[in-house]
């Protein structure tokens, strides 16, 4: 195993599961984000992956890339990037690690949803998204 060793951890997994999603399809909708596709397409390969190791390197590599924003939101979206031990991986389910990247895979969508020239028409959408679940994220929005 290599020695990257970071992990998200996060308030409510379903709930942030669900505003990820909503990130997701707001930016599908509006096609501002086509990019973000080819962007997350080997965290969804890794995620088919049934190989631990596969699916480590790869969150390790969109963790590298993605820590800072994901601290910087973390009050918006209650999602840390914190350093791990072996041990502590070694305890990790390869469903452990498929919901960190499918939470990964949100937070690209996200960080490119804020840089959209679409950004406006996401916003909506995403507003219409997030009431349908009963989720209010002021703070979320008020960033876009």
């Not at 909708?29 to 990019?35: G, P, Q, V």
């Not at 918006?76 to 350093?83: A, D, N, R, S």
């Amino acid at each position: 195993m290599s020695t990257l060793n970071h992990i998200i951890t996060h308030e409510d997994q379903e709930k942030n599961l669900m505003i990820f999603d909503c990130i997701k399809n707001a930016a599908e909708l509006t096609h501002a984000l086509r990019h973000s596709i080819k962007k997350t397409s080997e965290a969804i390969s890794a995620i088919n992956s049934n190989e631990k190791e596969t699916k480590w390197t790869t969150l390790q590599k969109y963790l590298n890339e993605y820590a800072s924003f994901i601290n910087n939101t973390v009050k918006i979206t209650g999602i840390q990037v914190f350093p791990i031990t072996k041990e502590y991986y070694d305890n990790l389910s390869l469903d452990d690690l498929n919901q960190q990247l499918q939470i990964v895979i949100g937070i690209v969508y996200f960080k490119e949803a804020l840089y959209s020239t679409a950004k406006e028409a996401f916003k909506q959408c995403l507003e219409k998204l997030l009431s349908k679940h009963n989720i209010f994220l002021n703070e979320l929005l008020s960033l876009l």
